[in-house]
């Protein structure tokens, strides 16, 4: 079967870093999305990794490991405003277009 | 920038209705979606729409349908709305194969 998992639900404080994590199984494999989502809104993009390593935006940054079936995404400098829930897709190398969702990691960031 | 505009971004409708939600995209993308977001189960694909007048079914189509007849036009109908079908119903569109896709605002729909 086809499956993403990724923790439910974390806390962090404002201006830690908080490593948010997503392992998946899937029958083919062509690219890992992060996605932000702020409660009541639509998913926005963050990141796409599709080769191992890791990729550095600004204060996200997203691990991609192919071989472990693994990625995390990486928040620093935490603000209020990264309160959100993190959605981690991966898109099936046997079809470009659809992608398989994972339920999401509800990111709360206190003071 | 991608623009994906959602018709409404609340509607009630009454059980047994027929109801349309509409979806347009700016961007010459090929390739729309239709999703329903329910907390806990996460967002699920209802239909997909790689071409004009071409359509698949996702995960869950039963109890709708789509219709493409523009490019940049993707309706999702719901043939005799349910109260089950209360959610946040999702339109989004990309352009190829590793792009993201670009999301709607989102219709919040109550089904009563």
């Known amino acids: 079967g086809q499956n993403i998992d990724q923790p439910t639900e974390m806390t962090a404080t404002e201006g830690a870093i908080v490593q948010i994590n997503c392992t998946y199984q899937?029958?083919?494999?062509?690219?890992l999305f992060w996605y932000q989502q702020h409660a009541g809104e639509a998913p926005t993009f963050l990141s796409y990794?599709?080769l191992d390593g890791l990729e550095e935006k600004g204060r996200f940054s997203s691990f991609l490991s192919r071989s472990k079936g693994y990625s995390y995404l990486l928040l620093k400098e935490l603000q209020m405003k990264d309160s959100a829930s993190y959605l981690c897709a991966v898109l099936n190398a046997g079809n470009n277009r659809k992608l398989i969702w994972g339920l999401g990691t509800s990111l709360a960031v206190n003071p | 920038d991608v623009k994906v505009t959602q018709s409404s971004r609340y509607l009630v409708k009454r059980t047994g209705e027929k109801v349309f939600l509409e979806c347009v995209q700016d961007m010459d993308h090929e390739n729309m979606f239709w999703y329903r977001q329910d907390p806990g189960l996460g967002l699920r694909l209802i239909y997909f729409s790689y071409d004009v007048k071409m359509k698949e079914k996702g995960d869950i189509p039963e109890g709708y349908s789509v219709s493409r007849e523009k490019k940049e036009r993707f309706s999702l109908i719901l043939e005799s709305a349910s109260t089950n079908q209360t959610s946040m119903y999702l339109c989004a569109s990309v352009g190829g194969a590793r792009q993201p896709q670009h999301f709607g605002d989102g219709t919040r729909l109550s089904i009563l």
């Open positions: 899937t029958s083919g494999f062509n690219g």
């Open positions: 990794n599709v």
